[in-house]
């Protein structure tokens, strides 16, 4: 990142020549489409790229997001990089400071560079939404609306255990309900800031695609699988699979937090959920995660699936067409959940709230029996056998193995 800043340093001072046309371009950091060299995705760069949608440079307001900035969010809950917020307040318009150079933007402070880069990647994360998910653009917007994107605002904690729980996160969070994506302070560990990454805002985005597809576009605090440790699980596994669908990336966090790596790399997962039962609580699990880990397994396996049918992970379009299939699936996957728990008589249990892979392996199983449901049967069988590697292969209830396994 240190390259980026002597890059950017050097575009705000040369700032002599200023235009009122072509707003619409700015410098931002962002991630190159292009293969660098054979099998090599290129790295993030600096340089001006044109956003579609911008609407007021001076407001950050466009025709799908509107950044804001400061403010409190009121915060109920939080699981990993979701958070239940019933308020937002005292926010304001961001503080953006940019001059022209040839009609193009050029920021004139951190804040503005990364204003102007978040807005390019969820706005690009829109763009390929029709590509990546196979939802429709103006269905999905008609459903989210114009979406708020957070920076660094204050948290207020209902729950004093919450405050506590935070304190270490550097990541970005998506409130579901309010539809709002968070940026939180940046952190002396980022390289790359997480606010420009384009694979953790395409995570993030990806968490309000579960919201609109499992959840059926009705995200409750209260709801039986809101509340599920395992459909935490499993969102943040899909959450990185889309990420892969979106930047051909697999390891969402290398470019900001190096050190970080090995933990979300959804191709290189060394364990299997046979080895998260055997560490149990111990003090120092193989998987450190929680329930990420269950995302993790998840994510590989729809991963290695994909190459496994053919998918070359360098092709956006390729990418994009397993993307669909997945989100596709997860559509109808509530309803097929649903009806599993009642045929196994267990919809009257209680929602398992917190880590603990025995207690949560029968909701993990209904789930992919639900999920390989949604598939075609040719998907499903495909599917299985790295469900299977992942998870045991006594995971899966018999009856799944024999009707959509073979």
């Not at 309010?178 to 997480?194: D, M, N």
Request: proline share 5%; glycine share 6%; charged share 15%.
């Amino acid at each position: 990142m240190k390259t980026l800043g002597i890059l950017f340093a050097v575009g705000v001072t040369s700032c002599t020549q200023l235009s009122t046309e072509n707003r619409d371009k700015a410098y931002v950091v962002y991630l190159p489409d292009t293969i660098a060299s054979q099998h090599t995705l290129a790295p993030f760069t600096l340089g001006p790229q044109t956003l579609t949608t911008l609407t007021d440079a001076s407001q950050m307001k466009g025709q799908y997001f509107q950044i804001r900035q400061g403010g409190a969010l009121h915060i109920q809950d939080m699981h990993g990089s979701l958070i239940a917020s019933d308020k937002y307040t005292n926010h304001k318009p961001p503080a953006v400071r940019y001059t022209l150079r040839d009609g193009i933007i050029v920021p004139s402070d951190y804040n503005t560079l990364m204003f102007f880069s978040a807005f390019y990647g969820f706005e690009k994360n829109f763009t390929n939404l029709d590509t990546n998910t196979g939802i429709s653009k103006e269905d999905f917007h008609n459903w989210i609306g114009n979406v708020q994107i957070i920076f660094e605002p204050s948290l207020l904690f209902e729950n004093p255990t919450l405050f506590i729980n935070s304190i270490e996160k550097i990541n970005a969070a998506y409130a579901p309900g309010q539809k709002q994506f968070i940026l939180y302070q940046r952190s002396s560990l980022e390289a790359v800031p997480l606010a420009s990454n384009l694979q953790v805002i395409s995570h993030e985005f990806a968490h309000a695609v579960f919201e609109y597809t499992f959840f059926k576009k009705h995200y409750n605090p209260e709801g039986r699988y809101e509340q599920e440790e395992t459909i935490r699980g499993i969102n943040e596994g899909y959450a990185d699979f889309a990420s892969f669908v979106a930047t051909g990336r697999t390891a969402i966090t290398s470019a900001s937090i190096p050190i970080f790596t090995g933990q979300r790399d959804i191709k290189t997962v060394n364990y299997t959920f046979q080895t998260l039962l055997q560490d149990g609580n111990t003090p120092n699990p193989t998987c450190a995660g929680e329930f990420y880990c269950y995302g993790s397994l998840f994510a590989n396996a729809l991963y290695q699936w994909s190459i496994s049918q053919g998918l070359n992970p360098y092709d956006p379009n390729q990418r994009g067409h397993f993307g669909s299939i997945v989100t596709a699936a997860l559509l109808k996957t509530q309803d097929f959940l649903t009806q599993r728990l009642e045929d196994l008589d267990f919809s009257n249990t209680p929602p398992q709230t917190t880590y603990n892979p025995k207690a949560n392996s029968p909701m993990l199983a209904a789930f992919f029996h639900a999920f390989l449901q949604a598939l075609s049967h040719a998907q499903s069988v495909s599917l299985c056998p790295f469900l299977q590697n992942n998870f045991g292969s006594d995971f899966l209830q018999t009856d799944t193995v024999a009707t959509r396994c073979h």
